[in-house]
């Protein structure tokens, strides 16, 4: 086996295959695969991506990049922005549980998990709602 390299250590693949498997965020979106790195049914649906931000630190070890997790409604406009909003902060608390779960060899190993801003409204142009929040994660090969 090759040996992990600091450009190995992607949060977003990670983090996704995390929430991916994790019957809390299952159970928040109302079902398996809900999740993925693009908006699509089946409502609600949790997007993952590269965030805005986040420190690389001197890109020798650990870094703190963000994570920007996406909360999509029905484009006919359910469940309620409530509901959207509850149903993402749940997805944010299972994506910190990996912090605690045991290492993967061949994995990069995730230390830390926080939001790194606010939770913000963010409906697309056609209506659809959407929640959005960032979360800072740090990890190394």
Known sequence: MTEL???DADPVSVLL???QQSDQTADALGGPDRVSGIPEAPWPHLVI???PGGDLRDLNWATAPEVTLE???DPGGW??????????VR???????IVEAPHTPGRPVVNGVRPSGLLVWSP???GQPRWLMN???????
Request: hydrophobic share 45%.
């Open 5 to 7: 390299t600091l450009a």
């Open 17 to 19: 295959a995390w929430l």
């Open 49 to 51: 991506g590269h965030g």
């Open 71 to 73: 909360i999509h409604g």
């Open 79 to 88: 469940p309620g922005k409530a509901e959207l909003r509850r149903i993402l």
């Open 91 to 97: 997805c944010a608390q299972a994506a910190q549980d």
């Open 124 to 126: 697309l142009v056609d």
């Open 135 to 141: 979360l800072s994660v740090t990890l190394h090969p």
